[in-house]
């Protein structure tokens, strides 16, 4: 729809342990799940405050907030082994617990924010943790051991489960005391939970082993509930059915994706809304590729997106821009981008809106988090930005400078500038 009378706002602004039964370490088997060593994202590392530059107004970071580490046991067995029976034994273990790794609210791991966001806990703990999605569900259950002493076993896989909740920083421009102005990282919206796991260690502990506090032995041997009359009791090689204690701490497991609030998934509002009245800044703009000619240009086709093109007499206003429905908030300004030429406002299409790289078209404007973008400034006197989806999270950007390439989002943006625009009047 066309906007209606414009109202000016912006203008210009814009252990391994030694003890009897000791563990090993051993290798995932689930599809794809890489550990982050802990100086992985340590380069990329960035806190509230610290400068930016203008290339970096079309990214973005994550910045944990909280952190927390606790043993878990994922598979476990009680299993009893006599005098003559003592040697290598392949023990069939039941399930505990399951652990997945997930990042906001969708319970998996997708696109490069998420990524850095484990990353980033890994380096910050000086753990190696899983970073792209995966589930200790679909371990082998089987742990293969040599007991060299009579006893009562726990047989045991487990992790160290690693939650906590993080934030997104964006580089914007801030007023200094003074009057000046500086690009700094700020906290820009989107924030959420997130669960991950170290490497998973396998193992047997017995009722007489000392073991160190709080760690994924000690857990199992809380597990084997060594005060209970089975753990005393004397009994056949082999499996120990459950006491009560470990058959309550069974039923009290009930894994769930991670939750939180979180820019990937916020509450999105309907689709088939009617168009709202749209209250437009009275300049238009063309949004360029800083010192060259190609600019964001608006779709002829419904299916079509938006396309970096070169502006001439033909471009019947596809590629002018107004800034509707204009809010501010911290200095970031909040708007929909009205097409001059189709009438249609930018979005990115509802099906493909949790894709890394989804592409950038317009639609019938209406009131949709989709039609809504965040607008990183640059210091006054420079036109450059940068723009992010409300509803994604994502920074738009595009793969590589030529006519006709499509913009696209980016989780955490585009690294190399090339998500940085200028916003030029026209």
């Not at 000619?293 to 206003?317: C, K, M, Q, V, Y």
Request: charged share 15%.
């Amino acid at each position: 729809m066309r906007p209606t009378r414009p109202v000016s706002r912006i203008g210009r602004a814009l252990t391994a342990c030694a003890v009897s039964a000791a563990v090993a370490t051993v290798g995932l088997a689930v599809t794809p799940a890489a550990a982050a060593p802990a100086k992985s994202a340590a380069a990329t590392q960035v806190k509230p405050g610290d400068v930016c530059t203008a290339a970096d107004l079309g990214t973005r970071h994550p910045y944990i907030k909280t952190t927390e580490v606790a043993p878990e046991i994922t598979h476990f067995k009680g299993w009893y082994v006599t005098q003559g029976a003592t040697g290598y034994q392949s023990v069939t273990t039941s399930t505990q617990t399951t652990i997945s790794v997930s990042v906001g609210l969708n319970g998996t791991v997708q696109g490069s924010f998420a990524v850095e966001t484990l990353g980033t806990v890994g380096a910050s703990l000086g753990l190696n943790v899983q970073v792209s999605y995966s589930s200790t569900s679909s371990e082998s259950n089987t742990v293969t051991w040599n007991f060299n002493r009579p006893g009562y076993y726990g047989v045991y896989k487990g992790t160290k489960k690693v939650t906590g909740t993080y934030g997104s920083l964006n580089c914007n421009r801030i007023q200094q005391g003074g009057g000046g102005w500086a690009l700094k990282w700020i906290e820009g919206p989107g924030s959420g939970s997130f669960t991950t796991y170290t490497t998973l260690e396998e193992g047997a502990v017995r009722c007489e082993d000392t073991v160190p506090a709080n760690s994924i032995m000690a857990k199992a041997k809380v597990l084997l509930d060594c005060g209970s009359p089975a753990a005393k009791a004397e009994h056949p090689a082999g499996a120990v059915a459950l006491t009560a204690k470990q058959t309550q701490d069974r039923l009290a497991q009930h894994p769930a994706p991670t939750t939180g609030t979180a820019a990937e998934q916020p509450k999105a509002t309907g689709r088939g809304a009617p168009a709202a009245a749209l209250n437009c800044e009275p300049g238009a703009y063309r949004i360029d590729v800083p010192g060259k000619p190609l600019n964001w240009s608006a779709p002829l086709l419904a299916n079509d997106g938006i396309r970096l093109r070169e502006s001439t007499f033909f471009s019947a206003h596809l590629d002018n821009w107004r800034l509707c429905n204009v809010t501010e908030n911290n200095g970031v300004l909040e708007a929909s981008l009205w097409n001059w030429g189709n009438g249609g406002c930018a979005t990115i299409p509802a099906n493909i809106a949790n894709q890394e790289q989804a592409y950038l078209t317009t639609a019938n404007c209406g009131e949709d988090d989709l039609q809504r973008f965040y607008i990183y400034r640059d210091v006054p006197g420079s036109s450059k930005i940068g723009v992010q989806n409300k509803y994604t999270g994502s920074m738009m950007g595009h793969d590589r400078y030529g006519d006709g390439e499509l913009i696209r989002q980016y989780s955490s943006g585009r690294q190399d500038g090339t998500g940085t625009y200028t916003l030029t009047g026209v």
